[in-house]
């Protein structure tokens, strides 16, 4: 991987150290002059002329095969979203839920997995289960309490691949096991999985996945995606109600659902700059090499891990090595106001990370086009932090 080459192609690295894909990824120039190109061309020839229209259709078709392939699934099985917490909620809000239903997921989580399932019990009588994890939970733990949570009432299992809060890789091929002969649904948070580590929906064998485009895939915001296994499709009703929804109507209060077809989900016009973009990320994120980036990462992230371990007064709350481990890196620094300590970073050293609540820290994002030289720096800012 030629690193310098590559930071060439991303303005963002250079007058700053960026440390925060896990938030938003810097978009390569490559995708940002594809945004550009297709907004010109729409406002250039008009936005509603067949040429366009017919040319935003395409462009929908081809991104929807570029998430197919990044994720080793059928296009016919991927909805484009505007984000990760869109796809959760359709299909949280679509599924047939019954009263006494339990989803299990974990206290880790972010906000988008918890509130939504949190909000089932209010509206389907849907009671949520919330395992207590250690931020760097040895696998093999999390297998015994998922087995142990699992009842007869256990209707979903619902955690993120990778938890954003500390980096600790979900043992989600494990948890499937446990779960798939019992009929329970499994779906997976993608946000920091997607661009950071190779995807294969069809080993890992969940119901539903979804994935934010402007993250570790270094495409624009608004973007997305939702993977519904095929045959799952038909049990996902559409909560909010567009043109698809139908396969025909007339003026008379006829109409013919759409169930099978996962464009039912969909509700108006969508964004193809955005797309397009968004398509232009996949492309580029792939022809890096996702096994590469993941290989990088993890080598970053182990060195900062290393950088920090010795600093008195500084907790590393992510697993330290091993299948958990990540190009996340969570810590935390004794009597710290960490969204202070963020704020401080980036005034004082222009080095761009982000604070979390819950387990409260600071959190780096170690990505392909970081540098050894960043960690570094972010070591001796820390060290800094720690002083004062």
Same mark, same amino acid.
């Not at 002329?49 to 935003?56: C, K």
């Not at 798939?180 to 950071?196: C, P, V, Y």
């Not at 500084?314 to 091993?322: A, E, F």
């Given at each position: 991987?030629?690193?310098?080459?590559?930071?060439?192609?991303?303005?963002?690295?250079?007058?700053?150290?960026?440390?925060?894909?896990?938030?938003?990824?810097?978009? &390569?120039?490559?995708?940002?002059?594809?945004?550009?190109?297709?907004?010109?061309?729409?406002?250039?020839?008009?936005?509603?002329?067949?040429?366009?229209?017919?040319?935003?259709?395409?462009?929908?078709?081809?991104?929807?095969?570029?998430?197919?392939?990044?994720?080793?699934?059928?296009?016919?099985?991927?909805?484009?979203?505007?984000?990760?917490?869109?796809?959760?909620?359709?299909?949280?809000?679509?599924?047939?839920?019954?009263?006494?239903?339990?989803?299990?997921?974990?206290?880790?989580?972010?906000?988008?997995?918890?509130?939504?399932?949190?909000?089932?019990?209010?509206?389907?009588?849907?009671?949520?289960?919330?395992?207590?994890?250690?931020?760097?939970?040895?696998?093999?733990?999390?297998?015994?309490?998922?087995?142990?949570?699992?009842?007869?009432?256990?209707?979903?299992?619902?955690?993120?691949?990778?938890?954003?809060?500390?980096?600790?890789?979900?043992?989600?091929?494990?948890?499937?096991?446990?779960?798939?002969?019992?009929?329970?649904?499994?779906?997976?948070?993608?946000?920091?999985?997607?661009?950071?580590? &190779?995807?294969?929906?069809?080993?890992?064998?969940?119901?539903?996945?979804?994935?934010?485009?402007?993250?570790?895939?270094?495409?624009?915001?608004?973007?997305?995606?939702?993977?519904?296994?095929?045959?799952?499709?038909?049990?996902?009703?559409?909560?909010?109600?567009?043109?698809?929804?139908?396969?025909?109507?007339?003026?008379?209060?006829?109409?013919?659902?759409?169930?099978?077809?996962?464009?039912?989900?969909?509700?108006?016009?969508?964004?193809?700059?955005?797309?397009?973009?968004?398509?232009?990320?996949?492309?580029?994120?792939?022809?890096?090499?996702?096994?590469?980036?993941?290989?990088?990462?993890?080598?970053?992230?182990?060195?900062?891990?290393?950088?920090?371990?010795?600093?008195?007064?500084?907790?590393?709350?992510?697993?330290?090595?091993?299948?958990?481990?990540?190009?996340?890196?969570?810590?935390?620094?004794?009597?710290?106001?960490?969204?202070?300590?963020?704020?401080?970073?980036?005034?004082?050293?222009?080095?761009?990370?982000?604070?979390?609540?819950? &387990?409260?820290?600071?959190?780096?994002?170690?990505?392909?086009?970081?540098?050894?030289?960043?960690?570094?720096?972010?070591?001796?800012?820390?060290?800094?932090?720690?002083?004062?």
């Amino acid at each position: 991987m030629d690193v310098a080459a590559l930071r060439k192609q991303m303005p963002t690295t250079h007058d700053m150290t960026y440390l925060n894909t896990g938030w938003a990824g810097p978009s &390569p120039v490559s995708v940002v002059e594809t945004i550009k190109e297709r907004l010109e061309y729409e406002s250039y020839n008009g936005p509603t002329t067949p040429e366009v229209m017919d040319s935003g259709k395409l462009i929908d078709l081809q991104t929807q095969e570029a998430v197919a392939g990044l994720l080793n699934v059928s296009a016919d099985e991927i909805l484009l979203t505007a984000n990760t917490t869109t796809g959760l909620n359709n299909v949280l809000n679509g599924l047939p839920w019954r009263e006494g239903d339990e989803i299990i997921t974990c206290s880790l989580e972010h906000a988008s997995i918890l509130l939504p399932s949190y909000h089932l019990r209010e509206s389907r009588g849907v009671v949520t289960r919330v395992l207590q994890l250690a931020p760097g939970e040895p696998h093999d733990s999390i297998l015994s309490k998922v087995e142990a949570a699992l009842t007869e009432r256990t209707r979903m299992v619902f955690f993120s691949h990778i938890e954003y809060s500390t980096g600790l890789r979900m043992p989600v091929e494990g948890i499937r096991a446990l779960t798939k002969d019992r009929g329970i649904w499994m779906l997976i948070d993608g946000a920091q999985a997607a661009g950071h580590i &190779p995807l294969d929906l069809r080993a890992i064998d969940c119901d539903f996945y979804s994935i934010p485009g402007q993250k570790w895939l270094l495409g624009p915001d608004e973007t997305g995606a939702l993977y519904v296994r095929q045959s799952m499709i038909p049990e996902i009703q559409p909560v909010d109600i567009g043109y698809d929804t139908a396969l025909e109507y007339d003026r008379e209060g006829d109409y013919v659902p759409n169930r099978d077809n996962i464009e039912k989900l969909l509700v108006s016009t969508a964004s193809a700059p955005l797309h397009a973009g968004f398509r232009e990320g996949i492309r580029f994120v792939r022809e890096v090499g996702v096994a590469a980036i993941e290989s990088r990462n993890i080598s970053l992230a182990t060195a900062l891990k290393a950088g920090l371990a010795p600093l008195s007064g500084v907790t590393i709350q992510s697993p330290l090595d091993g299948p958990g481990a990540t190009g996340l890196v969570a810590f935390s620094i004794d009597g710290a106001d960490h969204e202070e300590a963020c704020l401080e970073l980036w005034r004082s050293n222009r080095i761009m990370v982000r604070n979390i609540a819950y &387990p409260d820290g600071l959190r780096a994002s170690l990505d392909f086009f970081n540098t050894e030289d960043e960690v570094a720096a972010l070591v001796d800012a820390v060290k800094g932090l720690v002083k004062g």
